[in-house]
């Protein structure tokens, strides 16, 4: 039985290839993280400053401002499913 053979960290971390797909990788996420906690406090925001925007009803006693809340939620879990 041979032992695995062990792999040099170095070289692939020195690897343009591997460099490239870091860099596009941390765009990626950094955008991400940007829209994310954006969308975040756009609830407080719109809450503080846009309150005749958030009281408009939808249906019943759904209004804009809870929808709005709720979606947080969807985007929470779009953002962890991709």
Do not use: C
């Not at 941390?26 to 406090?41: D, E, H, K, P, W």
Request: no cysteine; net charge positive.
């Amino acid at each position: 039985m041979t032992a695995p053979s062990t792999i040099d960290w170095n070289a692939v971390i020195d690897d343009p290839r591997f460099q490239t797909l870091h860099r596009k990788k941390q765009r990626f996420l950094t955008g991400l993280m940007i829209f994310s906690v954006a969308y975040y406090f756009l609830l407080p925001i719109g809450a503080a400053y846009f309150q005749d925007l958030f009281k408009v009803k939808v249906r019943g006693v759904v209004n804009v401002g809870l929808l709005f809340a709720l979606s947080e939620f969807v985007v929470a879990w779009m953002v962890a499913f991709y």
